[in-house]
């Protein structure tokens, strides 16, 4: 069942999302595996593209202890960046913190990548649990689509901030469709 010709997410792929999603298992970010599977699927077995974890390094060099993430990143066979995916609990849905801090740290990943794409766009997937928020960064202008929408000046931040934004389930319909869209257009640029 390749990507390409599949018109749904195959079951067995939302089986591991299901296994992966069991609270009870005492595992630190336990989606890892499903989000590494699911990009693995949408870019098949061609030695063309592939996935890699990334742990962010600080401005002194040193790696996030207290806040674990992990980034995969996409790149093509000559290791060039062609998509980045940061994942985090679905927890971080329900404060606006969180929302804000989930796509500051998707912005800083292409800060250090988006000058290495060797497409027209980079594309960002910032997945709360199943939830996503789609991204993409100009390579030519250095723009990053969504704009980014910095901290409001009071003092606390509105519990609305940023709700919303992460309003694809990529496992429905729509975060398939929207995966198809995103696959064709990175195939189509390093086609050319």
């Known amino acids: 069942m390749p990507f390409a ?19 009870s298992r005492p595992l630190e970010n336990h989606l890892y595996g499903a989000y590494n599977r699911l990009l693995h699927y949408c870019f ?3 030695f063309s593209f592939f996935v890699t974890p990334q742990h962010p390094i600080d401005d002194d060099g040193s790696k996030h202890t207290i806040d674990f993430i992990v980034f995969l990143i996409v790149f ?14 679905e927890i971080w849905l329900n404060y606006a913190s969180r929302r804000l801090e989930a796509d500051q740290q998707l ?7 988006l000058s290495d794409c060797p497409l027209p766009r980079l594309w960002g997937l910032s997945f709360l649990g199943t939830s996503v928020r789609f991204y993409q ?5 250095k ?3 969504p704009p980014y929408m910095g901290r409001p000046v009071e003092y606390m931040l509105p519990s609305s901030f940023l709700e919303g934004e992460w309003d694809v389930d990529i496992l429905s319909q729509q975060g398939f469709d929207r995966m ?5 257009d990175i195939t189509a640029g390093a086609a050319q």
């Open 76 to 89: 093509n066979g000559e290791g060039l960046p062609v998509l980045i995916a940061a994942i985090k609990e």
């Open 107 to 113: 912005r800083r990943r292409y800060e250090a990548l």
């Open 5 to 23: 010709t599949d018109e749904s997410w195959p079951r067995g792929l939302i089986d591991i999302f299901k296994v992966c999603s069991d609270k």
């Open 143 to 145: 723009m990053i689509s």
């Open 137 to 141: 960064g100009n390579s030519t202008n």
């Open 44 to 46: 098949g077995d061609t």
């Open 180 to 184: 198809k869209q995103i696959m064709a």
